[in-house]
């Protein structure tokens, strides 16, 4: 069974970047069949995607984000990380990491990380 | 502001039915697959519907989902108190390069 887990500081000040990283057991991260993604959804809201990256390292962000946010991928530890710089309040959310796929046609978000509450704030 | 469009609030009785409608565009809804995800309180998201009607394993087939032209449609019978939960579509918007969700919404079973 796939297992996802999220991992990093609970707290970030303003200004500074946040940085996550999604472990993958349960298999791999290397599959050809599937993209990884991170989302987030802050407190009392909706979902939102913040981008996606293949094994092989091309990746997919968010328009609204995609000047502060990068997304990179380590095959040899089955991990994917989240990089996502200048935070202010608005960035306090719980964030995601999960399986995106297949890559025909990228509709499915079938396994999920349980979440990580991160708060932005001095 | 979501790129695809769901009402905030449905309401139904125990063992009644219930629509969740999603409205989006020819960019995403009306040329790629929808999924449906359940989000109950406190936990992640679940993929409830993919392929705009398909059920994962272990989804019970109360849960149905139906798509035509730019909208789609998450269908829930026999409800339980236990369906109370966020119900949010999602899929690929390939003008965007992007996943796209709706704003979610909140099913009350009265």
């Known amino acids: 069974q796939l297992q996802l887990q999220e991992s990093g500081p609970g707290l970030v000040k303003p200004s500074e970047t946040l940085s996550l990283t999604c472990t993958v057991s349960g298999g791999s991260i290397s599959s050809s069949s599937y993209y990884w993604v991170w989302i987030r959804q802050p407190p009392g809201k909706g979902l939102e995607w913040i981008g996606n990256i293949y094994y092989s390292g091309s990746t997919y962000y968010n328009p609204s984000l995609k000047s502060r946010v990068t997304i990179s991928v380590d095959t040899s530890k089955n991990q994917f990380s989240l990089k996502l710089s200048s935070v202010t309040a608005a960035d306090t959310a719980v964030y995601y990491c999960a399986r995106l796929g297949p890559t025909s046609s990228l509709d499915q978000i079938d396994y999920w990380g349980q979440g990580t509450l991160v708060t932005v704030s001095s | 502001q979501s790129v695809l469009t769901q009402p905030p609030s449905v309401s139904a009785a125990p063992r009644q039915k219930v629509t969740i409608s999603c409205s989006g565009s020819s960019s995403n809804i009306g040329s790629n697959y929808v999924s449906w995800y359940q989000q109950l309180p406190g936990t992640a998201p679940k993929l409830l519907i993919y392929?705009?009607?398909k059920r994962p394993s272990g989804i019970p087939d109360r849960f149905s989902g139906s798509k035509s032209g730019t909208s789609a449609t998450l269908g829930i019978t026999g409800l339980q108190t236990g369906d109370e939960a966020d119900y949010y579509c999602?899929?690929?918007?390939?003008?965007?390069?992007?996943?796209?969700f709706g704003g979610g919404t909140k099913l009350t079973v009265l």
């Open positions: 392929d705009n009607n």
């Open positions: 999602g899929t690929w918007d390939s003008s965007l390069s992007a996943v796209v």
